[in-house]
């Protein structure tokens, strides 16, 4: 089977998973760890098996088998006879959850508790346990059990009593969101990693959007996936840990992630409209003022491949528009958004929730398709900058032009071993082999006439002070500039919660500057004819500069 089948089975069951197991251990500690072992081993099985024709059946024989091997371990622990234990074996999975209607949704209840709250009625209910002995097994005053045991009972039923009211709210449990896309702005972690690798499990996704419009408690959250508190809060935990998930007051928490809802056609349609209007009004008041900067290039310490102009130029056209259109030189900083997690990464966290509605829009998606600015050898320009290994530094931004595959295969290392091809420390030696081929792959290398040159735009200044010799943005600019913000402000604003609003709109001024601006002035560029097709060498290295010390000879 596929991972998504095995996704959906295992999410379905979880809830009567759990509740298999805490009948048969009466005890939520042991239930929570047999629930798990359970859904592990379907997990695996469901992975493994290429049909299924009764499935609750198949999840009932893996259940009693774990229970049996669970059982079995007890046994080993307490040193009695095996006579002495019963497991089912014979009837079906879901019999065991359907005798009695108010019974399986007072146990379903008590699964989306809090853990300290399951145990207190596990004990007292079950176990039949007095007050004060759960006090003192618990180690916690018997105010705080009686208080326990009174929110619990108004939980309960104030749920029972709800009805079939329940099934009208979204339950991401039966309808699970699937984050499409999931990056920063900002600063990942040393290692690399940012939201995409902590939010990797469905499970952690759906938490995540469970607790965004609204602050919710944990068992809101687990009522909301339909799921046991069990298998929310150490995720919870985890992503209160690394700051993607906020505590706030009333025991509730508010995810600290910018989510982008699904948009309608209609709404593609819209931001293209505008992102189109105002790409043109860049293209006549802007970029002519790029290519007059760009004249006498040669004479500012830029280096470009065979003295191309027209691939310095989409290169340069990119690169100044988003970092000299934008609004950190003016007063907008989204820095101060920033989290700090940690792993040492300082970033907003983002993620997007995939919708098809893009496939039915009447213009084509792939030339407006990016990955946004990628700095390596420094921490952006945004913040400054750093030397690594040398003193070098890149810029790179992924479009329609170019056949790379994204940031992960764009490396600090790459411009390390294109500094020392540049600077003799490597030559064409077996030692050095490895580092030639990755340069040749990539494209930054090229041979011609029995040598090679560099496929890359290199300046000998600083980032900043390339900076410097690009065209600042003028007044009437900075008007078109506010209008664009607000238009997509306005168009934005519904789709996203309170707590979000400040940094949706303040991310919405630096619009005339965003990869969906850009990629547009690039397609009304090209198809003006203002620039030319590249050629597939160029394709490897455009939209790419690198900063050092000196030029390729």
């Given at each position: 089977?596929?991972?998504?089948?095995?996704?959906?089975i295992?999410a379905?069951?979880m809830?009567?998973?759990?509740?298999?197991?805490l009948?048969k251990?009466?005890?939520?500690?042991?239930?929570?760890?047999?629930?798990?072992?359970?859904?592990f081993?379907v997990?695996i099985?469901?992975?493994?098996?290429?049909?299924?024709?009764?499935?609750?059946?198949?999840?009932?024989?893996?259940?009693?088998?774990v229970?049996a091997?669970f059982i079995?371990?007890?046994i080993?622990?307490?040193?009695?006879s095996?006579?002495e234990?019963?497991i089912?074996?014979?009837i079906d999975?879901?019999?065991?959850?359907?005798?009695d209607d108010?019974?399986?949704?007072l146990?379903?209840?008590i699964?989306?508790?809090?853990?300290i709250q399951r145990e207190?009625?596990?004990?007292h209910?079950?176990?039949r346990?007095?007050?004060?002995?759960?006090?003192e097994?618990?180690?916690?005053?018997?105010g705080?059990?009686?208080w326990?045991?009174?929110d619990a009972?108004?939980?309960?039923?104030n749920?029972?009593?709800?009805g079939n009211k329940?099934h009208e709210?979204i339950?991401l449990?039966i309808?699970?969101i699937?984050?499409?896309g999931?990056?920063?702005?900002?600063?990942?972690?040393p290692?690399?990693k940012?939201?995409?690798?902590?939010l990797?499990k469905?499970?952690?996704q759906?938490?995540?959007?469970?607790?965004y419009?609204k602050?919710k408690?944990?068992?809101?959250?687990?009522?909301?996936?339909?799921v046991?508190?069990a298998?929310?809060e150490?995720e919870?935990n985890?992503?209160?840990?690394?700051?993607?998930?906020?505590?706030?007051?009333?025991?509730?928490?508010?995810?600290n992630i910018r989510?982008d809802?699904p948009r309608?056609k209609e709404?593609w349609?819209?931001y293209h409209?505008i992102y189109?209007?105002?790409?043109k009004i860049?293209?006549?008041?802007y970029?002519?003022?790029v290519?007059?900067?760009?004249?006498?290039?040669k004479?500012?310490?830029?280096?470009?491949?065979?003295?191309?102009?027209?691939f310095?130029?989409l290169?340069?056209?990119?690169?100044?528009?988003?970092h000299?259109?934008d609004?950190y030189?003016e007063?907008?900083?989204?820095s101060?958004?920033?989290?700090?997690?940690?792993d040492?990464?300082?970033y907003?966290?983002?993620?997007g929730?995939?919708s098809d509605?893009?496939?039915e829009?009447?213009?084509n998606t792939?030339?407006?398709n990016s990955?946004g600015?990628?700095?390596?050898?420094?921490?952006?320009?945004?913040?400054?900058?750093?030397?690594?290994?040398?003193?070098?530094?890149?810029w790179q931004?992924?479009?329609?032009?170019?056949d790379?595959?994204?940031?992960e295969?764009?490396?600090?290392?790459?411009?390390?071993y294109?500094?020392?091809?540049?600077t003799?420390k490597?030559?064409?030696?077996p030692?050095?082999a490895?580092?030639?081929k990755?340069?040749?792959?990539r494209?930054?290398?090229v041979?011609?006439?029995?040598?090679?040159?560099?496929?890359?735009i290199?300046?000998?200044?600083?980032?900043?002070e390339?900076?410097n010799l690009l065209?600042?943005i003028?007044e009437e600019l900075?008007?078109?500039r506010?209008e664009?913000?607000?238009?997509?402000f306005?168009i934005?604003?519904?789709?996203?919660?309170?707590?979000?609003?400040?940094?949706?709109?303040?991310a919405?001024?630096n619009s005339?500057?965003s990869?969906?601006?850009?990629?547009?002035?690039?397609?009304?560029?090209?198809?003006?004819?203002?620039?030319?097709?590249?050629?597939?060498?160029?394709?490897?290295?455009?939209n790419t500069?690198?900063?050092?010390?000196?030029?390729?000879k």
């Amino acid at each position: 089977m596929d991972k998504s089948y095995a996704d959906k089975i295992t999410a379905e069951y979880m809830e009567k998973i759990f509740g298999f197991a805490l009948s048969k251990t009466m005890n939520t500690d042991k239930a929570e760890e047999l629930a798990s072992r359970i859904i592990f081993d379907v997990y695996i099985s469901i992975l493994k098996t290429d049909e299924i024709n009764n499935i609750n059946g198949y999840i009932y024989r893996v259940a009693c088998n774990v229970y049996a091997r669970f059982i079995a371990e007890e046994i080993r622990g307490r040193h009695i006879s095996l006579d002495e234990v019963r497991i089912p074996c014979e009837i079906d999975f879901t019999d065991d959850f359907e005798k009695d209607d108010t019974y399986i949704l007072l146990r379903k209840k008590i699964s989306y508790l809090g853990k300290i709250q399951r145990e207190i009625v596990v004990m007292h209910y079950f176990q039949r346990l007095k007050q004060y002995e759960i006090a003192e097994r618990l180690n916690i005053p018997l105010g705080t059990v009686k208080w326990h045991l009174h929110d619990a009972r108004n939980q309960i039923k104030n749920k029972l009593t709800e009805g079939n009211k329940m099934h009208e709210k979204i339950n991401l449990g039966i309808n699970p969101i699937k984050f499409a896309g999931m990056g920063h702005t900002g600063i990942a972690s040393p290692d690399g990693k940012d939201t995409a690798y902590y939010l990797q499990k469905l499970i952690s996704q759906n938490i995540a959007y469970a607790a965004y419009w609204k602050a919710k408690t944990i068992t809101e959250i687990a009522e909301n996936l339909g799921v046991s508190a069990a298998f929310v809060e150490d995720e919870v935990n985890y992503l209160e840990e690394y700051g993607f998930i906020t505590k706030v007051a009333g025991g509730k928490y508010l995810t600290n992630i910018r989510i982008d809802e699904p948009r309608t056609k209609e709404m593609w349609e819209q931001y293209h409209k505008i992102y189109t209007k105002y790409a043109k009004i860049v293209c006549d008041k802007y970029v002519p003022l790029v290519f007059d900067a760009m004249a006498d290039y040669k004479s500012k310490n830029i280096y470009a491949p065979e003295d191309d102009f027209n691939f310095l130029m989409l290169s340069v056209v990119t690169f100044a528009c988003g970092h000299k259109l934008d609004t950190y030189y003016e007063t907008v900083d989204t820095s101060k958004y920033y989290v700090k997690r940690k792993d040492g990464g300082e970033y907003i966290a983002t993620a997007g929730i995939y919708s098809d509605k893009w496939e039915e829009v009447s213009y084509n998606t792939e030339l407006h398709n990016s990955s946004g600015d990628m700095f390596r050898g420094c921490s952006g320009i945004s913040v400054g900058t750093t030397w690594d290994l040398y003193q070098v530094s890149a810029w790179q931004f992924d479009t329609y032009y170019d056949d790379r595959t994204g940031l992960e295969n764009n490396l600090t290392t790459d411009y390390q071993y294109l500094y020392e091809f540049m600077t003799g420390k490597i030559n064409k030696v077996p030692e050095h082999a490895d580092k030639f081929k990755r340069l040749f792959d990539r494209g930054y290398i090229v041979s011609k006439s029995d040598s090679e040159y560099v496929n890359m735009i290199v300046t000998s200044f600083s980032s900043e002070e390339f900076l410097n010799l690009l065209p600042a943005i003028s007044e009437e600019l900075k008007v078109i500039r506010k209008e664009i913000g607000d238009e997509i402000f306005k168009i934005d604003k519904p789709h996203y919660p309170a707590h979000m609003q400040d940094l949706v709109r303040t991310a919405s001024t630096n619009s005339l500057a965003s990869p969906a601006s850009r990629t547009r002035v690039l397609e009304q560029l090209v198809t003006g004819g203002t620039l030319k097709p590249l050629t597939e060498n160029q394709k490897h290295s455009v939209n790419t500069i690198m900063f050092c010390d000196v030029l390729p000879k």
